[in-house]
C-alpha cells in the first residue's frame, strides 16, 4: 500500500529538548516536504527536500532542520524545540505537480 | 505573490442542504494547480482533486463538485444534500509550475470548517 508513515504520532516535550520526527514514504517520489499546521493559518511549508541531498527553506524554517540521506526517508529535526513549535506536523511526498501524499500528522506539544 | 483565500471560517449547515465552500487565489504564473483536501476529525488530509490552469471544466464527482473560474480566480466546491459525515476542515491549495522547476509546494488557504447537523 502507498503511503507516507510518521512517528511518533503524539509527543509531549519540554522546551530545549531535541526531538527527531521521521517520515518515510515507499512510492520512490522524488518531492517530499515538512508543512506545520496552526488554526487559522492553515499549513505552512517547513523544509522541502526535491531529492537526495537536496533540501531548501520553506515559508517558516526557524528552528527546524531536515535532511535527506535515503530517497525514502526525511526526518524533521528540533533541535532545542521552544513552546512556539507546539503545532500539528505533517510530512508530504510527490511527484512532480501531482497529487501530494500526506502522512497521518504528529501532534507535537512543547512546555 | 501567491495566496490563497478561504473566506469562511466556519459553515454550519443541516443535513441534506447544499453547501459551497469559496476558494479565491492569486498567482503570477500561467501554469498552476489547485487542490481541495478533506481534514475529517480525525485528523489525516484526504486529497479531493486536482486541477490545473489550463482545464477550466466544471467537475462532478458524486455529491461533491467543483467551479473553477479564471475570470474571478475562484476554485469553489459545492457538496450537495450534505451529511454528517462530511463534517470536516476543508482546505483548498495552489502550486505553481514555475516554483523550482516544477515543486510541487502547496500553498493552502486557512480552511473552513463545515459542520453538518443531523
Given at each position: 500500500?502507498?503511503?507516507?508513515?510518521?512517528?511518533p504520532?503524539y509527543l509531549i516535550t519540554?522546551?530545549?529538548?531535541?526531538?527527531?520526527?521521521?517520515?518515510?514514504?515507499?512510492?520512490?517520489?522524488?518531492?517530499?516536504?515538512?508543512?506545520?499546521?496552526?488554526?487559522?493559518?492553515?499549513?505552512?511549508?517547513?523544509?522541502?527536500?526535491?531529492?537526495?541531498?537536496?533540501?531548501?527553506?520553506?515559508?517558516?524554517?526557524?528552528?527546524?532542520?531536515?535532511?535527506?540521506?535515503?530517497?525514502?526517508?526525511?526526518?524533521?529535526?528540533?533541535?532545542?524545540?521552544?513552546?512556539?513549535?507546539?503545532?500539528?506536523?505533517?510530512?508530504?511526498?510527490?511527484?512532480?505537480?501531482?497529487?501530494?501524499?500526506?502522512?497521518?500528522?504528529t501532534?507535537l506539544?512543547?512546555? | 505573490?501567491?495566496?490563497?483565500?478561504?473566506?469562511?471560517?466556519?459553515?454550519?449547515?443541516?443535513?441534506?442542504?447544499?453547501?459551497?465552500?469559496?476558494?479565491?487565489?492569486?498567482?503570477?504564473?500561467?501554469?498552476?494547480?489547485?487542490?481541495?483536501?478533506?481534514?475529517?476529525?480525525?485528523?489525516?488530509?484526504?486529497?479531493?482533486?486536482?486541477?490545473?490552469?489550463?482545464?477550466?471544466?466544471?467537475?462532478?464527482?458524486?455529491?461533491?463538485?467543483?467551479?473553477?473560474?479564471?475570470?474571478?480566480?475562484?476554485?469553489?466546491?459545492?457538496?450537495?444534500?450534505?451529511?454528517?459525515?462530511?463534517?470536516?476542515?476543508?482546505?483548498?491549495?495552489?502550486?505553481?509550475?514555475?516554483?523550482?522547476?516544477?515543486?510541487?509546494?502547496?500553498?493552502?488557504?486557512?480552511?473552513?470548517?463545515?459542520?453538518?447537523?443531523?
Open positions: 500500500e502507498a503511503q507516507v508513515t510518521q512517528n504520532r519540554v522546551t530545549g529538548k531535541k526531538l527527531t520526527v521521521t517520515c518515510s514514504q515507499n512510492m520512490n517520489h522524488e518531492y517530499m516536504s515538512w508543512y506545520r499546521q496552526d488554526p487559522g493559518l492553515g499549513l505552512r511549508q517547513i523544509y522541502y527536500s526535491m531529492n537526495v541531498e537536496v533540501t531548501d527553506k520553506g515559508d517558516v524554517p526557524e528552528g527546524y532542520k531536515v535532511s535527506r540521506k535515503e530517497k525514502r526517508n526525511f526526518p524533521l529535526i528540533l533541535e532545542s524545540p521552544s513552546p512556539n513549535q507546539t503545532s500539528l506536523y505533517f510530512c508530504a511526498s510527490s511527484m512532480g505537480h501531482s497529487e501530494q501524499y500526506f502522512g497521518p500528522g501532534r506539544t512543547v512546555t | 505573490a501567491q495566496k490563497v483565500t478561504q473566506a469562511q471560517t466556519e459553515i454550519s449547515v443541516v443535513e441534506k442542504e447544499d453547501v459551497t465552500l469559496d476558494c479565491v487565489y492569486e498567482t503570477r504564473d500561467t501554469t498552476y494547480y489547485l487542490f481541495w483536501y478533506k481534514q475529517p476529525p480525525s485528523g489525516e488530509l484526504v486529497f479531493l482533486i486536482r486541477r490545473n490552469s489550463f482545464d477550466e471544466q466544471n467537475e462532478i464527482s458524486g455529491r461533491y463538485s467543483w467551479n473553477f473560474q479564471k475570470s474571478t480566480s475562484s476554485f469553489n466546491f459545492t457538496i450537495t444534500a450534505s451529511q454528517v459525515v462530511d463534517s470536516a476542515v476543508y482546505f483548498c491549495a495552489l502550486s505553481e509550475a514555475s516554483f523550482s522547476g516544477g515543486y510541487n509546494k502547496l500553498i493552502f488557504g486557512a480552511g473552513t470548517r463545515l459542520a453538518v447537523h443531523p
